[in-house]
């Protein structure tokens, strides 16, 4: 039987991306990628998380970056020895119980690769099975009902080969953005804050990012828009949002998913989004 990298070679089958994570947009993927626009110079990602858009697109030349430590951590290890991080996801695998995982989420590794594997096998198995960390940037979440820590469609393999293609930054999302000319394409997906809060959903997003941060991503992509780089950002539908979009120009579209990120079934609903695009008709098929 073909290995899954050579399956997904065949097929044209897309890598799912290997973590989940708070605001994913794996759901973007699957029902707007014709909002992403068919050509573009280099991929810039300023808000990474767990890159369902990186992932799905494997541009051939890419700046990605996100503020976590651990994420970029475990980014560049799988980019330098993905094969290293399969064997010791495998240990966790082996050794996977109440004992291990408390031991593993409080010590943090100096090896990159080790810190690579500590946060997919943290953010396979914990509560929720969605890494997320606590204000002060702790990972506290504790142990979920999911043991499975390899799973079938790993394909770390393709993965390296697409990071490989890529610069990886720990930085902030106006430093990267700052590097995008003309027909590059910036994908930017901030955690969502609007300017009066409603709910507390936003309210823990707001101390991670705040009102100002969306003042200051609305006024780069504007800059980036001026140099004639290609935009495509998602945000929350809010007219406070709205507002700092419509005046530059941009083109926003209404889209909606369901949220099923909240433990509370009564605090699962419909989320309705906000796409900001520099050109409404994208040009991507849909696969
Ligand atoms: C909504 S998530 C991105 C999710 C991603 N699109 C996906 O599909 O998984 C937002 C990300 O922005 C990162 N972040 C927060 N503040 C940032 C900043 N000032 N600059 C860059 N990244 C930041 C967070 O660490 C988080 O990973």
Redo the contacts with the bound molecule.
């Keep these: 039987m073909p290995s899954l990298n050579n399956r997904r070679k065949e097929t044209a089958l897309r890598l799912t991306?290997f973590?989940?994570?708070?605001?994913?947009?794996?759901w973007?993927?699957k029902n707007y990628s014709h909002l992403l626009p068919e050509t573009f110079n280099r991929y810039i990602?300023?808000?990474?998380?767990?890159?369902?858009?990186?992932f799905y697109l494997e541009p051939k030349r890419a700046i990605i970056?996100?503020?976590?430590p651990d994420?970029i951590a475990a980014y560049k290890g799988i980019k330098n020895d993905w094969r290293y991080l399969q064997q010791l996801l495998r240990t966790h695998q082996r050794k996977h119980s109440d004992l291990h995982y408390y031991e593993v989420r409080e010590s943090i590794p100096d090896d990159p690769i080790e810190r690579a594997a500590r946060l997919i096998y943290l953010n396979r198995t914990c509560f929720n099975g969605i890494y997320r960390?606590n204000l002060n940037g702790e990972f506290n979440v504790p142990r979920g009902s999911k043991n499975d820590v390899l799973l079938a469609d790993d394909d770390f393999e393709a993965a390296a080969r697409i990071l490989r293609r890529a610069h990886i930054r720990n930085?902030?999302?106006?430093e990267?953005i700052d590097l995008a000319e003309e027909g590059d394409l910036v994908?930017a997906?901030?955690?969502?804050t609007v300017r009066h809060n409603i709910n507390g959903f936003v309210k823990y997003n707001e101390k991670?990012?705040s009102w100002n941060?969306q003042e200051r991503l609305a006024k780069a992509l504007a800059r980036a828009k001026a140099r004639g780089v290609k935009v495509v950002a998602?945000n929350a539908d809010h007219n406070s949002v709205r507002e700092l979009y419509e005046e530059n120009g941009f083109h926003l579209l209404e889209v909606s998913r369901f949220s099923s990120i909240s433990a509370k079934s009564s605090s699962r609903k419909r989320f309705d989004e906000l796409v900001i695009l520099t050109n409404p008709k994208g040009g991507r098929k849909l696969t």
């Design positions: 991306p973590l989940k994570w708070a605001g994913g947009k794996r973007f993927v990602e300023p808000f990474l998380g767990a890159g369902s858009v990186f970056g996100d503020t976590n994420l960390v930085a902030d999302f106006e990267l994908f997906d901030p955690p969502y991670l990012f941060d998602t």
